[in-house]
Every structure is written in structure tokens, then in C-alpha cells.
Nanobody, 120 residues
Framework: VQLQASGGGLVQAGGSLKLSCAAS????????VGWFRQAPGPEREFVGS???????MYADSVKGRFTISRDNAKNTVNLQMDNLKPEDTAVYYC???????????????WGQGTEVTVSS
């Protein structure tokens, strides 16, 4: 199973980006998928997740600004990020498994990250 996050870039505060998590070797439509981010430092922060039954969960810091959705035709899970803030700057990772939620160790597969930089 391979996951690949893409769509990162440089954006001004208040702008938007859409990240995508593409999978090979696993059908994401029947998977739990989580998004995490890591700014410089040891901690990987939970951003949001979607269960196999499409139940959504978001971190308080992104609630109302970020939206997770599936594109089953493309076997991707997307993270739409609106009203971006400088504190959203990080490398963003997607992960997949059978259990969604904020605990990174519950996910079985991880993709390489995509970098998001929000300028003030």
C-alpha cells in the first residue's frame, strides 16, 4: 500500500489550498483516513479524519476552516483548507487504516508529506 499526499504550496494568509491523498494497493472508500501535520518539532498534530462510514472529525484548531471529503472515482481523500493562517504552516501527511481518529499509532499506512506554507 502506498499513499501520496499532494497539493501543498505557498499561500497568503486567508487563502485556500486543497490537498489530496492518493492510494495504490488499497481502496480508500472503505478505509479510515486521517490527516496530520508536523511543524518544526517532534509532535505530529492531528488535523482531521474520516471513517469508512464517512463520519468526520476535526481538530478544534481547524474546525470550520478545513473540510475532508472523498473522491471515490479517483481513490483519493481530499483536505480542503480555507482561511489559512500562518500557524497552519507545516508538512501535511495522510494516513490510512481501519480506525479513524486523532491517534497516529492507529493508522497502518502513511504517505510522504506535502509542505504547506502560509505567509502573513
Amino acid at each position: 500500500v502506498q499513499l501520496q499526499a499532494s497539493g501543498g504550496g505557498l499561500v497568503q494568509a486567508g487563502g485556500s489550498l486543497k490537498l489530496s491523498c492518493a492510494a495504490s494497493g488499497r481502496t480508500l472508500s472503505s478505509s479510515a483516513v486521517g490527516w496530520f501535520r508536523q511543524a518544526p518539532g517532534p509532535e505530529r498534530e492531528f488535523v482531521g479524519s474520516i471513517t469508512w462510514s464517512d463520519r468526520l472529525m476535526y481538530a478544534d484548531s481547524v474546525k470550520g476552516r478545513f473540510t475532508i471529503s472523498r473522491d471515490n472515482a479517483k481513490n483519493t481523500v481530499n483536505l480542503q483548507m480555507d482561511n489559512l493562517k500562518p500557524e497552519d504552516t507545516a508538512v501535511y501527511y495522510c494516513a490510512a487504516g481501519d480506525v479513524a481518529g486523532p491517534y497516529a499509532n492507529k493508522y497502518d499506512y502513511w504517505g510522504q508529506g506535502t509542505e504547506v506554507t502560509v505567509s502573513s
